[in-house]
């Protein structure tokens, strides 16, 4: 039924527009049935999850479950809570003035119900936006009871001139004030257990209870926890009854395609629309910067238990575009196209990013980055020029062996960090080979990308051994493997 929220301002008006008292949890599934029958999105904006995690959290919601998102960090846990909130009704209407957001048709606080009783109809009442009917707290081992549940309060008690017998000097806590709203509590297993333990009862029976004021007060809320596997081993764990008094459990994922993360990234980049406007990104490059994380999570330095983020490819995606902007400012140059040579910008995104096991500890930060990246380069390599085996005869000729004869009897190529793109190319193009190459394998590639695909054209072969590759301070120099070394003999 539709209520005219803003011309109803008290308890006498409200009664007469026919309004029903609904539970949070009758909201969220009432609404998610409309869109479900109306076949709209009911989490916009979270890509990769539409066959695996959005069912399942919609069957919890249609069951009314207190929910468990469990998942590795940056797999969007937080973001799934909060896009709950477009399932709740536009406004609710709640007693003015009440801390814990009473139905003015089903007080629960001693507040309301004084009220009520003293005004009758007259009760003054105020609306509620769903945007202010989500709550949010980071479980850290600092937060105690008193901050979720409540305590009593001395300065109520002295100014109010009442013993602490009353329940009127109770200060409520986080959760009694979101009363009829989301709660979310991240990273659960963080919260020490004893205060994990005073949850129970709100979760099951409704009640809370404040230094001995056990107050029947049956709060309506939708819980949503998240956390991550590993912190049932490493800072703590969710106690076993408070488990099993959550409904639905919930396991996230990363991506499972390039596809779908490239969404992502380009979806929570936050990017200047002047770097938009005056650098160019070949898909090549977006799909090298998610292979990225691909490799991370698979690589034998990184220690894949703590994840690999969303936020990496975010980040390094937001750096590439600054690092070819640089050179734009540089060169004063209006526009330029991304780079591979653009991708040693990315690195500080990765750095701080990963947690190395012991190995990688060996190889320190940035040569765990720089060897990901060179790992992404041959895994896309493969998809667009013929793959390059461990061991080949040497009677065979290959497709790269006239490139190769090319560096072994020249001098090779350096390309600078901060060449413009006039130069950029023409290093490039005086390379015979390459351009024999790209016109073999891939004659399509729009001219913009041409480029793009010449340089990993020579980093693919550097990483598969075919081609040395040096870094100094201002650029690379490819030259060939062992060339020189026989020339000098």
């Known amino acids: 039924m539709y209520v005219n929220y803003k011309e109803i301002t008290n308890l006498e008006q409200l009664k007469a527009s026919g309004y029903q008292p609904k539970k949070i949890k009758d909201e969220l599934r009432n609404n998610l049935i409309l869109k479900i029958k109306n076949k709209e999105n009911s989490f916009p904006g979270v890509w990769g999850y539409e066959n695996s995690v959005i069912p399942e959290l919609e069957r919890a919601i249609l069951s009314r479950h207190n929910i468990n998102l469990l998942g590795l960090r940056g797999q969007a846990k937080t973001r799934l809570a909060r896009l709950m909130v477009n399932l709740l009704d536009l406004y609710i209407p709640i007693v003015a003035g009440?801390?814990?957001?009473?139905?003015?048709?089903?007080?629960?606080?001693?507040?309301?119900?004084?009220?009520?009783?003293?005004?009758?109809?007259?009760?003054?009442?105020?609306?509620?936006?769903?945007?202010?009917?989500?709550?949010?707290?980071?479980?850290?081992?600092?937060?105690?009871?008193?901050?979720?549940?409540?305590?009593?309060?001395?300065?109520?008690?002295?100014?109010?001139?009442?013993s602490y017998a009353d329940d009127r000097v109770i200060h409520f806590g986080m959760i009694p004030r979101a009363n009829r709203c989301i709660f979310v509590i991240n990273e659960l297993p963080d919260l020490q257990a004893r205060?994990?333990?005073?949850?129970?009862?709100?979760?099951?029976?409704?009640?809370?209870?404040?230094?001995?004021?056990?107050?029947?007060?049956?709060?309506?809320?939708?819980?949503?926890?998240?956390?991550?596997?590993?912190?049932?081993?490493?800072?703590?764990s969710i106690v076993t009854p408070l488990k099993d008094r959550i409904g639905s459990q919930i396991l996230t994922h990363y991506p499972e395609d390039i596809a779908t993360a490239r969404k992502i990234t380009q979806q929570e980049s936050k990017l200047d629309k002047r770097q938009k406007d005056a650098v160019y990104v070949p898909d090549l490059a977006k799909d090298l910067l998610e292979q990225i994380s691909i490799e991370a999570r698979k690589s034998e330095y990184v220690d894949a238990k703590s994840g690999i983020s969303a936020r990496m490819s975010i980040t390094a995606f937001e750096n590439l575009l600054s690092t070819a902007e640089r050179r734009i400012l540089k060169s004063k140059k209006d526009n330029t196209v991304v780079r591979l040579l653009d991708f040693m910008g990315v690195i500080p995104s990765i750095t701080g990013k990963i947690e190395l096991v012991y190995e990688g500890e060996q190889e320190g930060a940035d040569g765990v980055a720089q060897i990901l990246i060179e790992d992404a380069v041959k895994s896309i390599f493969a998809e667009y020029f013929p793959k390059i085996e461990k061991l080949e005869r040497k009677d065979v000729e290959g497709p790269y062996d006239e490139l190769i004869s090319w560096f072994f009897n020249g001098e090779g190529v350096v390309v600078l960090d901060d060449a413009t793109d006039e130069e950029y190319k023409k290093q490039l193009d005086n390379i015979p080979p390459l351009n024999a190459l790209m016109e073999k394998y891939n004659p399509n590639i729009i001219k913009e990308d041409v480029y793009f695909f010449k340089e990993l054209l020579l980093w693919g072969l550097a990483a598969y051994n075919k081609l040395s590759k040096q870094r100094f301070t201002e650029g690379y120099e490819f030259k060939d493997l062992y060339g020189n070394y026989i020339k000098g003999l």
């Not at 048709?105 to 009758?120: D, F, M, Q, V």
């Not at 333990?197 to 998240?226: A, C, H, M, W, Y």
């Open 98 to 162: 009440s801390e814990i957001n009473d139905d003015p048709l089903n007080p629960i606080s001693r507040y309301a119900k004084e009220l009520i009783k003293e005004k009758g109809g007259e009760t003054p009442i105020s609306w509620l936006h769903r945007d202010e009917r989500f709550y949010e707290k980071l479980a850290t081992p600092d937060v105690t009871v008193a901050d979720l549940i409540g305590d009593v309060d001395p300065i109520k008690a002295a100014n109010l001139k009442l």
């Open 195 to 236: 205060i994990q333990v005073s949850l129970f009862n709100i979760l099951q029976e409704g009640d809370i209870q404040i230094r001995g004021f056990k107050l029947r007060l049956p709060l309506d809320l939708q819980f949503v926890f998240t956390a991550n596997p590993e912190d049932y081993t490493n800072r703590g």
